[in-house]
């Protein structure tokens, strides 16, 4: 289970607050890094989504330094990272969302397994969203039953070439 996660944001205030719309929950500043907040979604398992300024970085410590923040004065647009994540909200609400603030947002079905929404956040950072009955196809599908056949048959394509 993953408890929280960091993303980063051109305008982090404003991708938190839209966030929270999309948990129900609440936005608070970050205070390890100036200009970050974080999104709680008041779940029963403790969901945070930290919203870190565009060209922030974390760095490894020192012996037994923790983890420090860093700014990379030449951040990319782009970046391969991605979280699929189950919210309270409809797509119907997802997509009204996303058009109000000028947000790419569409339904895909993932290879027949599930399907989610793309949910472009600024146009630059897709997280999948699981609303409520997307969700359950999600997690029928990715039963450990279901996810070793799969893998098993991913495999055996993998291996004819």
Not at 30 to 49: H, N, R, S
Not at 66 to 94: D, G, W
Not at 151 to 159: E, F, G, I, N, Y
Request: contains cysteine.
């Amino acid at each position: 289970m993953i408890h929280h996660i960091s993303i980063s944001a051109q305008n982090p205030r404003h991708v938190a607050t839209v966030l929270a719309e999309l948990f129900r929950g609440s936005v608070m500043p970050f205070p390890p890094l100036e200009g970050a907040y974080v999104v709680v979604a008041k779940d029963q398992v403790g969901t945070l989504i930290e919203v870190y300024p565009v060209g922030s970085e974390i760095m490894p410590g020192h012996g037994q330094d923790e983890a420090s923040f860093c700014q990379n004065a030449h951040p990319y647009n782009f970046t391969a990272f991605h979280a699929a994540i189950s919210v309270p909200v409809s797509q119907a609400e997802i997509e009204a969302i996303a058009q109000r603030e000028g947000w790419r947002v569409l339904a895909c079905d993932r290879d027949g397994l599930f399907n989610l929404v793309e949910f472009w956040v600024e146009n630059r950072l897709m997280v999948e969203l699981l609303p409520p009955v997307m969700a359950e196809g999600y997690l029928q599908a990715m039963s450990p039953a279901n996810l070793t056949a799969l893998l098993d048959q991913m495999a055996a394509v993998s291996a004819r070439g």
